[in-house]
T-cell receptor, first 113, second 113 residues
């Protein structure tokens, strides 16, 4: 049981490049979320999904796109990378709406030059 | 807009001492989560608090929730070095699920011998 798997673990991009951060879970969780973590800022929600085919914006969605074609996968796309998107990105999933805690992946450390 | 404030943000304490971390939030919610993060690592779920008056304990950590005061506390008893980490509280902003959490900025705890 792998839990939540994020790839890549590290990435360096140039300004203007695009890329996709992958997130997969094998726990059959309906809820999945993407957060970014910046020093002194805690975690901020980018986008989330309550099930396949359903996504919604979080607190800081600008510059990011998501899709949820399957229950297992929830990729995050950076459309045109900017230095302000340098951060650590965490994907998380949870089972239901009865207060189950979110399970977090190991994170992707992204630097935009 | 839901806001979550933790204090203190930095806490240095000696082994064997007791201390409390506070988490205040601005709007009604009865779902609150505590997570632990070690440096460079992912987040680990510690406690899920789902109702007013809820109290959970694990080892030297005890968490409680007062929904009327919009306050949760994380109490540390007889601290040991292994408790050194950053602790986050997170509040469910949707009144129905755990997919849209708002996190505090975290409390970085250092336990000194």
């Amino acid at each position: 049981n792998a839990g939540v798997t994020q790839t890549p673990k590290f990435q360096v991009l140039k300004t203007g490049q695009s890329m996709t951060l992958q997130c997969a879970q094998d726990m059959n969780h309906e809820y999945m979320s993407w957060y970014r973590q910046d020093p002194g800022m805690g975690l901020r929600l980018i986008h989330y999904s309550v099930g396949a085919g359903i996504t919604d914006q979080g607190e800081v969605p600008n510059g990011y796109n998501v899709s949820r074609s399957t229950t297992e996968d929830f990729p995050l796309r950076l459309l045109s990378a900017a230095p302000s998107q340098t951060s650590v990105y965490f994907c998380a999933s949870s089972y239901d709406d009865r207060g189950q805690p979110q399970h977090f992946g190991d994170g992707t450390r992204l630097s935009i030059l | 807009e839901l806001k979550v404030e933790q204090n203190p943000l930095f806490l240095s304490m000696q082994e064997g001492k007791n201390y409390t971390i506070y988490c205040n939030y601005s709007t009604t919610s009865d779902r609150l989560y505590w997570y632990r993060q070690d440096p460079g690592k992912s987040l680990e779920s510690l406690f899920v608090l789902l109702s007013n008056g809820a109290v959970k304990q694990e080892g030297r950590l005890m968490a409680s929730l007062d929904t009327k005061a919009r306050l949760s506390t994380l109490h540390i008893t007889a601290a040991v070095h292994d408790l050194s980490a950053t602790y986050f509280c997170a509040v469910d902003g949707t009144q129905g699920g755990s997919e849209k959490l708002v996190f505090g900025k975290g409390t970085k705890l250092t336990v000194n011998p």
